[in-house]
């Protein structure tokens, strides 16, 4: 999906509008969904991005971790229960 919107940025320049703004706040989003993802499993490489999402849109990035934060964690509770096999 990301090399798709790269690609398309290439041709923004032959339509009439482009919601670029909303287009930067999906990247952003995108951005730090990767980001927590890596965080949460544990790579610390994430922490200099985390440190820049949040210097760069300190509430938009804030709004984000928080409504990430209970669905992953319920997503790993949800992991720690055993399996049920038939």
Do not use: C
Not at 13 to 39: C, I, M, W, Y
């Amino acid at each position: 999906m990301a090399e798709t919107a790269v690609v398309s940025q290439r041709y923004w320049h032959l339509l009439p509008s482009v919601d670029r703004p909303g287009f930067n706040r999906a990247q952003f989003d995108a951005e730090v969904r990767r980001t927590f993802s890596k965080l949460i499993r544990g790579r610390r490489e994430a922490l200099p991005v985390l440190w820049r999402v949040l210097h760069e849109r300190p509430m938009r990035a804030l709004v984000q971790l928080a409504l990430l934060f209970p669905r992953v964690f319920a997503e790993r509770l949800r992991r720690l229960r055993p399996a049920r096999h038939f």
